[in-house]
């Protein structure tokens, strides 16, 4: 069943988001060779503790950690470790969500290590891009398939893949509810999907290939890599869907 929320709701959203907003802002300077993800992880947790927030996605489903880093070919859900070392032209996901008062904001950015090459350069980009064509698709009245259709021919358009076996989610009082947002859209499906309605809240989350969208989970349980070992880019924001159009809700208003 899918969750309209309240002004007042989005209101304690918006402070959430804020939250990750400014993790943000903290995390992009540190990102730097030589830094292990644990040691980034470690951060990103003090700063929660600072903020007096809880973190999301620590025991979520057992994940062991605050936030999932992951790095060149890895997906998503990558596991901190104090083995795994930032390079030079890495790039590097962050996707970390938080809950204040009882309400979850969630958002992913990549980030590039020093000085990257054109090729990851276009990636990053492009799925920053492919983020923003999907927010734009959303409007009251529009379908869901919209957002979809939106991000898919942005990378595609590019050169990409988009990656299927994760989609983005509805989010509110639970970390993920529905309805689930694909990044791609199938034949036929516009002429049947939902309809958007103010008090919709979803989490939008490209996550673009450099290779094939085909992807596959290593022996820790988590860490999802591209199955051709190319690189991949991962962008994700919360947004409120409002009578006065869309309010990304985990970014800076003058974002």
């Not at 947004?239 to 974002?255: E, K, M, N, Y």
Request: aromatic share 6%; proline share 4%; net charge negative.
């Amino acid at each position: 069943m899918i969750s309209y929320k309240s002004r007042r709701e989005i209101e304690l959203m918006w402070q959430a988001g804020q939250v990750l907003a400014r993790l943000f802002d903290k995390i992009e300077p540190t990102v730097k060779a030589g830094v292990t993800t644990e040691k980034l992880d470690q951060n990103i947790h003090q700063w929660m503790l600072e903020e007096d927030t809880v973190p999301a996605f620590l025991g979520y489903r057992e994940f062991p950690a605050v936030a999932c880093i992951s790095i060149n070919e890895e997906v998503v859900h990558g596991i901190p470790s104090p083995s795994r070392v930032l390079n030079d032209g890495d790039l590097v996901t962050f996707d970390i969500g938080v809950i204040w008062k009882g309400y979850y904001s969630d958002a992913a950015r990549t980030y590039g290590v020093g000085e990257l090459d054109p090729a990851a350069s276009k990636l990053l980009e492009t799925t920053r891009e492919s983020l923003e064509r999907g927010i734009a698709a959303l409007r009251t009245g529009g379908r869901l398939s919209e957002i979809g259709a939106a991000v898919q021919e942005n990378a595609e358009g590019a050169g990409f893949s988009v990656v299927r076996d994760f989609v983005g989610h509805g989010i509110g009082r639970e970390l993920h509810e529905d309805p689930q947002v694909p990044n791609y859209v199938s034949a036929g499906v516009r002429r049947r999907d939902m309809t958007l309605k103010k008090g919709l809240v979803l989490a939008i989350e490209p996550m673009l290939n450099a290779g094939s969208e085909r992807v596959r989970t290593m022996e820790d349980g988590w860490t999802v890599v591209t199955q051709d070992q190319k690189l991949s880019a991962h962008f994700e924001d919360s947004i409120a869907l409002t009578a006065d159009g869309p309010v990304i809700l985990t970014r800076h208003p003058s974002d």
